[in-house]
């Protein structure tokens, strides 16, 4: 970089181009971590080439041949699992309480902790969040939890009668019952942004029935809310951030919406139109956000689906900058890897020079968050050695019911079974092949 304190200034309208190119930068830091994360996921899900799903060896090179076991242990998942209900339980049993420091503290300690109370009981996606926030903080070894303020409304259509319309503009009711001309003008000043077509249409409907139908807006959420993001591939940042996550110098968070749902946001967040116009032709040619690490595909079942079809990728960068009064600030920029405009920049309101997010780490080794070792690391060796001695019990099992046999060379017995019967010249010259003697050593190490 070539200024640092220019490029971390606040500034009122974004450079798109320079942030594009941040973020490659630390996609390409946390490359090593993705393939760590990578890795973990495989284990878990039981996830590797050449099984199939009977659990068998497929393919030309199994070893030690065709069919032979490929049993998938477990052992990783139902660890995380349990740890998991544990962290969950221990959430759901708490107490959430504000203790007072002062005796005339009580009162207002009681108001608080109603409040808190309130607060969780209010975000439905708690517990889902908590659960994919446990997930990824024990599989990979690091997670991350961001925390908002939800505002949504909800547009709808509303009855709007003369008597109503009266109370508030005597002179248009008039216009509009003389059927002046200048009352569609009137109504198109009245409401602002409505097309000239459903203007017209309200005029006629007031004359005619005495009452029409306003489109609205009401706020049906206005709360806190919260979301796990997993690392490296829903939140990107610097891979070299100490202790915390607020001592990164920017944070991204990928996003995926419908183009509904961003035409929508226009209304109700202010996105800018011309941005998400654009990124929704975008969309529709075919273009998809671009992106040097391939979606995630769990469960395996499922990996010959696009779970990110029809759908248009946007990227938050938090950023922390400095403005003219050397002031700490946290901007938030929203814009599309496939577009050159940006949906919205504004100073984050909540955040008072703090990032939203909360990083966890299932264990501290250094000051390094990604250093934290997950689960499946952890556990990768005793999973495998139980595989091998599982894999071993099932293939002697199968050697043990169907042996291989031995014959004269041009003199393949027609049937081989139970029950079938196989001419020979001399004894022995038709005979079944010698398998090793059971052992319990095997059994021995898996309890052990």
């Avoid at 830091?29 to 009977?54: C, H, I, M, T």
């Avoid at 995380?80 to 420091?101: F, G, H, Q, Y």
């Avoid at 998809?288 to 979606?295: G, R, V, Y």
């Amino acid at each position: 970089m070539e200024n640092i304190e220019e490029e971390y200034s606040f500034s009122e309208k974004p450079d798109v181009d320079e942030l594009k190119g941040d973020l490659e930068r630390c996609r390409g830091n946390l490359a090593y971590f993705k393939d760590e994360s990578s890795q973990a996921r495989d284990l878990r899900f039981s996830v590797w080439p050449g099984k199939n799903k009977r659990n068998r060896k497929d393919g030309e090179d199994a070893f030690p041949w065709p069919g032979a076991s490929d049993m998938q242990v477990g052992l990783i998942d139902q660890s995380i699992t349990e740890d998991v209900a544990i962290l969950k339980r221990s959430i759901s049993a708490s107490n959430l309480k504000a203790m007072p420091v002062e005796a005339s503290d009580i009162r207002v300690s009681s108001l608080v902790s109603r409040y808190m109370k309130w607060t969780l009981s209010s975000m439905t996606e708690f517990d889902r969040e908590c659960t994919i926030l446990a997930n990824n903080m024990l599989t990979y070894g690091a997670g991350v939890l961001g925390v908002y303020w939800k505002r949504k409304f909800d547009r709808y259509y509303e009855q709007l009668t003369l008597e109503q319309l009266a109370q508030q503009s005597p002179d248009l009711v008039e216009a509009i019952m003389a059927g002046d001309d200048s009352a569609k003008d009137m109504v198109s000043e009245a409401f602002p942004g409505m097309k000239r077509r459903k203007t017209n249409k309200m005029v006629k409907e007031l004359q005619t029935q005495g009452f029409t139908d306003i489109p609205a807006e009401r706020v049906v959420e206005n709360r806190p809310c919260i979301q796990a993001y997993e690392i490296g591939q829903e939140i990107i940042f610097d891979s070299n951030v100490m202790d915390d996550i607020q001592n990164a110098r920017s944070i991204y968070c990928i996003h995926y919406h419908s183009p509904e749902s961003l035409r929508e946001k226009v209304l109700t967040e202010g996105y800018d139109e011309k941005f998400v116009t654009d990124v929704i032709a975008n969309a529709n040619s075919g273009e998809q956000a671009s992106s040097e690490f391939p979606d995630n595909t769990i469960p395996p079942a499922s990996g010959h689906i696009d779970q990110k079809q029809g759908l248009i990728c946007l990227v938050s960068c938090f950023r922390r900058v400095i403005d003219d009064d050397g002031v700490p600030l946290i901007t938030q920029t929203i814009f599309s890897e496939d577009s050159e405009l940006f949906a919205k920049h504004e100073v984050n309101k909540y955040g008072k020079g703090v990032y939203p997010f909360t990083s966890f780490s299932r264990e501290v080794v250094n000051h390094r968050i990604l250093d934290s070792r997950g689960v499946a690391e952890i556990l990768r060796p005793f999973e495998q050695g139980i595989k091998v001695e599982t894999d071993m019990r099932i293939d002697r099992a199968s050697l043990s019911t169907v042996p291989p046999f031995m014959y004269g060379i041009g003199r393949k017995p027609d049937r081989v079974g139970p029950g079938s019967m196989i001419p020979v010249r001399r004894k022995d010259e038709v005979s079944y092949m010698d398998i090793p003697n059971f052992s319990p050593a095997s059994m021995e190490v898996e309890e052990g």
